[in-house]
């Protein structure tokens, strides 16, 4: 999980969630002030704060709604795979992307994927928030992506789209696909 993204995917999961600062604050057992300057970016939570947020706000696909987006991403004809978005652990992906990674499907469900990104991933996962991705309505991101050769898998050279998909809870999944239009559609 990245430091920088803490702050903004807890405000929008408080406003999904008409949840105040103060009564998100009581519960947490800080201070209001506390909420907001990791809100804002001023600060970041650590240890015991940071562990309680994160399990607030990881991704948890619980209801008929979120498991048919499951369903729909595992039955996808194309290369495509759902994760976390705070934690990038992966959530469902379609057989042809499955056809990219050399292990078994089971070794990577809900276990975080942030150790296979490659450098343009990692650049653009530092500028989401330029991109307007915490906001309300946020837009798709579209990048290119170089080819990377894992043990456990293959990231083809591709441009990538990516989609911030609420769920049920508040929290939110990113929705992962190649992009076949390239540059035309790129940010």
């Not at 406003?15 to 990791?38: E, F, I, T």
């Not at 290369?79 to 959530?91: A, E, G, M, N, S």
């Not at 500028?127 to 290119?144: A, I, K, M, N």
């Amino acid at each position: 999980m990245l430091q920088n993204n803490l702050g903004p995917s807890l405000r929008r999961w408080r406003v999904l969630n008409r949840v105040k600062q103060q009564a998100l604050a009581r519960d947490l057992g800080v201070s209001q002030s506390k909420v907001s300057r990791w809100e804002s970016g001023a600060a970041e939570p650590e240890g015991a704060d940071r562990l309680r947020i994160t399990q607030l706000l990881r991704a948890r696909p619980e209801t008929a709604a979120d498991r048919a987006l499951l369903e729909l991403v595992s039955n996808a004809a194309g290369p495509v795979h759902l994760v976390c978005d705070l934690t990038h652990r992966l959530l469902a992906l379609s057989p042809a992307r499955a056809r990219e990674w050399h292990v078994p499907v089971a070794d990577f469900l809900n276990r975080p994927l942030w150790r296979f990104a490659t450098q343009s991933i990692r650049s653009n996962e530092y500028q989401l928030t330029e991109h307007g991705w915490f906001e309300p309505f946020g837009p798709d991101v579209c990048f290119r992506t170089e080819r990377a050769d894992f043990a456990e898998m293959t990231i083809p050279d591709s441009w990538i789209r990516i989609s911030r998909l609420p769920l049920s809870d508040g929290s939110f999944a990113r929705l992962v696909r190649e992009e076949p239009h390239g540059p035309a559609t790129a940010n």
